[in-house]
């Protein structure tokens, strides 16, 4: 598989991200590395989705810049990724688990997304494995860590950031592997409104439940998130189960813009995107009512 190049290498005053002085050592593999972070100012915000994903402009000075790209710690060393609030702590518990998974790591992830270099500037390709990566870990870690939201993050963050591949190199299948991580991402969503009902694994203290890094949707975010990807990813093999799914999202949907007031949990491009969320599966759920009569 091709390596995407995002363009030429910046010059020095042109870099859009940059070393933290302070040493990361790898909790997994006791190597030391330095984390890359995205210097202020390198973007211009777009349009957002209809799946809350903020778009951004090329600018002139930088060109294509994608904030997501960096957002999740890897070793380059051993590939453990992790939200960099767990990768200390959750590296440092785990540490035998992730140890032990290190050969299958790399293979695994190299299968798809290769060749890879989280020793040089991240570009589209590392971005989108570190994702993968981060959910090969999660999959290791206790409810403390929230690894079912966080996994479902990582899913529709891959998604995202395939589709940017594919918009790229559309010959090289990007667009099935952003697939994929669509319908991973669908599963850990329902999974992790079923695990805060039942108390199983709470998500509500978690710090920032995005979906995007730009803005912090909170609960009615996941709800809308597993409402849209149900709409867009769900099976639809089985009618009967579909239009019962579809009637929970709608209601789900319903309850997120029936006050009609902005407020912190709610704010205002939410409610704009619930209603057309929610017009849309009220089609579905008309369309499938007149096909039965």
Request: hydrophobic residues 35%.
């Amino acid at each position: 598989m091709l390596r995407i190049q995002t363009g030429k290498k910046p010059e020095k005053d042109r870099k859009v991200s940059f070393y933290a002085k302070e040493v990361t050592r790898c909790p997994v593999c006791d190597a030391s590395f330095r984390r890359e972070e995205l210097f202020s100012g390198r973007v211009s915000a777009d349009e957002m989705t209809d799946e809350l994903h903020r778009t951004y402009k090329p600018m002139h000075a930088f060109g294509e810049v994608y904030p997501l790209v960096y957002e999740i710690e890897v070793c380059p060393s051993c590939f453990y990724a992790a939200f960099r609030q767990d990768f200390l702590p959750a590296g440092t518990k785990y540490t035998n688990e992730l140890n032990a998974r290190i050969d299958t790591r790399i293979k695994e992830v190299q299968k798809i997304f290769s060749p890879l270099d989280f020793q040089e500037p991240r570009e589209l390709l590392e971005g989108a494995a570190s994702y993968y990566l981060a959910l090969m870990s999660y999959e290791l870690f206790s409810k403390e860590f929230a690894p079912t939201i966080k996994s479902a993050l990582a899913s529709v963050r891959a998604a995202w950031l395939c589709h940017d591949l594919h918009a790229k190199a559309p010959n090289e299948n990007w667009d099935y592997v952003a697939g994929l991580f669509y319908r991973k991402a669908r599963f850990f969503y329902r999974l992790a409104l079923e695990n805060e009902l039942t108390g199983a694994e709470p998500y509500s203290t978690q710090r920032n439940l995005g979906p995007d890094t730009d803005k912090n949707y909170g609960h009615e975010g996941v709800l809308y998130m597993s409402a849209i990807l149900e709409l867009k990813y769900g099976p639809s093999d089985d009618p009967d189960i579909r239009m019962e799914r579809m009637k929970t999202a709608k209601t789900s949907v319903a309850r997120m813009f029936g006050f009609g007031k902005k407020n912190k949990s709610k704010p205002g491009p939410l409610l704009e995107k619930s209603r057309e969320l929610y017009d849309k599966i009220k089609a579905e759920i008309k369309d499938g009512d007149d096909e039965d009569e």
